[in-house]
Each structure stands twice: as C-alpha cells, then as structure tokens.
C-alpha cells in the first residue's frame, strides 16, 4: 500500500517534533531516512542519537570518497521513509529531547505531529514477501533473490509460523534461558563430581587396563573448563559453517531451513523473542551432542566435558542478547564485542566476526573483521 501511494513528505517541523518524541531522522538530498531502530543496537547509540537526529547527512556522504561510501548509501536506504518537503531540504538539528532517548522503531511504526502512522518505506526488494502472513513458508521461492533480501535488515517483529503452537515455541524471552538451564548445569556439576569422587574412572581403560590413567575428582573444574573452551569452538563453526551457509538458489528446502536456522536474525536483528535459542528445540540439540560425547568419552567424563560446554552456551545466549540490547561502558571489552557483533549485522554480514562471545577463533580461522573499520565511530 505504501509503495502505490508514493513517499509520504515530511515538513522541518514535523521532524523536529518526532526527534522530540525519540525518533531518530536524518535526511540527505530531501529523503527522510528512520535510524531509531539502528541507535537501540549500535554502541554509543545514545551519543549517536545526539549527534545526527534531525540532521542533514549529505555532507558526510558527499565528502571525501572511501571504499565504504557506496554500502554505505545502500544501507541507509532500508531505513528511508519519504521525502522533506520542498524548501525544508536541510533538516534544522534535533531538540535536546531527542538525546539520551531510545527510538521507538521503524517497523512497529510511530506517530507523526498530524497523527499520521509512520511505516518504514523501503526501496531494497523487501516487499518480495507478504509481512501478514508466515514468512518460513515464503523465503524458499526468493530463489536467487533470497541471499540480498536476508542480508537488508528490518525492525520489525517476525512471525516463522500458521500454527499459534509453534510459533510460542519459535520464540522465548532471555530470562527463559537461564532459568532452564542453569539448574541443570548445577545439577549435571555435582553428579560429575561426586561420580568422580568414587574413583571408578579410568582414562583409556577400553584399550588398556594396565596402563589407564585415573581420573580424580579434583579434575573436575579443568574438564569442565575444557568444555566450554571446545562449546567457544562449535559456536564458531556452527555460526560460520551452518548458520551462514549460502543455501542454492534452487533449493526451497535449504533456504527455508537457513532462515529458520539464523537468516530470521539477520533480517530482523532488533527482535528481542529471536535472540536466545528456545528451550524446546534447543533440548534435541543438547542431547544429541550429549550422545555423542557419550560415545567418545568414559560416561562420567563425557557428562563433565559436556556440562562445561552446556554452561558455555548458556552464556553464549545471554552474551548475545546483551550484545544487542546492553550498554556496556566504552572501553570495555563487552563494548568492543557489542562494537564488534554490530558490524556483523550491518557491514560484515556474510564474513568475519563468527565469534559472538569471543573473537578468539577468528584470529586462527582469519576471519576478524579489519581493525580500520572500527576507527570512525560515525
């Protein structure tokens, strides 16, 4: 409906009271682009705010040329909403009330100074999908078209599902996590331990009696470390092999099963129920990785290898959703990786920055994300 109606036409005044209200809007060449939902994910989202809401933002893209300059103009154009009206091209800077507030979005949409309802008005092919009805069964006939649309990101919530069953038990709140698993972290802890502390196992006891090494429970806090540093390695590897895999144009089956897997958070980064794996189909990953250890590794410790990687995806979970929607003070090293998980989303999306709560694994595999790319804030 938007696109047949033509871009909706914004006056000085307008923009500067929805900057007033929270939103941020910046303009360039009299289009009107909504950053809002980009400031709530971007570190220093608030000093961002401050500096660009209401603002006129040709200049900076009309400088000087650097090799950024040309996704940077395709990027912004997700977010483009309408046009200044004629005369109002410099858009007057934003009202101090716009600072230190958070954007109340683009796809949820916001109400303007005449009452009209906002919505984001996007030239990329994003409208190749029907935004009222379930979108797995959709995205596997985008074909070629498919791999661009996943990778331009909206703010907007996302519904996978017909059915109202499955789709409670395609999202979860992040508090769900936790509460889910920790107790059984807790509980799997203490069996491992005191089973060690019978004295009954035996390293290498299935190739030789002789010469097995025993395995004492002061052991225990060691195999669990060795847990979560092998879990930081599978998030890796799931993350760049599977979770951004490129599935093949003609395959609807691959396609769907991308977007269901991971595509679903790049689309919609800003979807607080999508950001945690939900405790149900996370169980059927956990215990087939439970079986597997079960075969390679003594039962006792295989059930301490695998607690220790249990307790390193629960904090990979929790990790990733303060990543989108913490504030971690500048400096920190959580600010880095929210810095870091951030130019995953929005400009290294289909390489580099694997790692969600550690960057260690790029370093060997070599996929860290160029250091210049972090050093112009704006």
């Not at 929270?22 to 289009?31: E, K």
């Not at 996302?158 to 999202?171: A, G, M, N, Q, Y």
């Not at 395995?215 to 760049?240: A, D, N």
């Amino acid at each position: 409906a938007m696109a047949t109606a033509g871009p909706r036409s914004f006056s000085a005044a307008e923009v500067r009271a929805l900057c007033a209200q929270g939103a941020c809007l910046v303009s360039c060449h009299r289009r009107l682009y909504d950053l809002s939902g980009f400031v709530r994910l971007h570190p220093g989202g608030e000093q961002l705010l401050r500096r660009r809401a209401g603002t006129d933002v040709s200049a900076a893209l009309d400088g000087p040329p650097h090799r950024h300059s040309a996704n940077a103009r395709r990027w912004l154009e997700q977010y483009y909403v309408g046009e200044m009206e004629p005369g109002d091209e410099q858009v007057p800077p934003g009202s101090s009330g716009a600072a230190g507030r958070t954007g109340t979005g683009v796809g949820t949409g916001y109400r303007g100074s005449r009452g009209q309802h906002v919505h984001n008005h996007c030239l990329l092919p994003q409208d190749l999908v029907d935004w009222q009805k379930p979108l797995l069964w959709q995205v596997g006939y985008l074909g070629e078209k498919y791999d661009e649309w996943v990778h331009q990101p909206v703010d907007r919530p996302i519904r996978l599902f017909h059915s109202d069953v499955l789709e409670s038990l395609s999202k979860t709140a992040w508090y769900v996590v936790f509460m889910v698993w920790t107790p059984v972290v807790l509980y799997l802890s203490w069996v491992s331990y005191t089973s060690l502390a019978q004295g009954n196992t035996r390293l290498f006891s299935s190739f030789t009696t002789e010469y097995s090494i025993p395995v004492h429970k002061y052991y225990f806090p060691f195999i669990f470390l060795l847990g979560m540093f092998l879990w930081s390695l599978l998030e890796y590897l799931i993350h760049r092999f599977v979770f951004h895999m490129k599935p093949p144009a003609s395959n609807y089956y691959l396609i769907t099963l991308h977007f269901l897997l991971h595509g679903q958070h790049h689309k919609s980064p800003f979807d607080s129920s999508r950001l945690v794996f939900p405790p149900v189909p996370a169980s059927l990953v956990i215990g087939f990785f439970y079986g597997v250890l079960r075969l390679l590794l003594p039962e006792v410790l295989g059930l301490s290898v695998f607690v220790g990687g249990l307790c390193g995806y629960v904090i990979y979970d929790m990790m990733h959703y303060y990543l989108h929607y913490g504030s971690p003070k500048k400096g920190t090293y959580l600010y880095g990786l929210k810095a870091y998980h951030v130019k995953h989303h929005f400009e290294h999306q289909k390489s580099g920055s694997f790692g969600i709560s550690t960057r260690f694994w790029d370093y060997p595999f070599q996929t860290l994300i160029p250091e210049e790319t972090f050093k112009k804030e704006d």
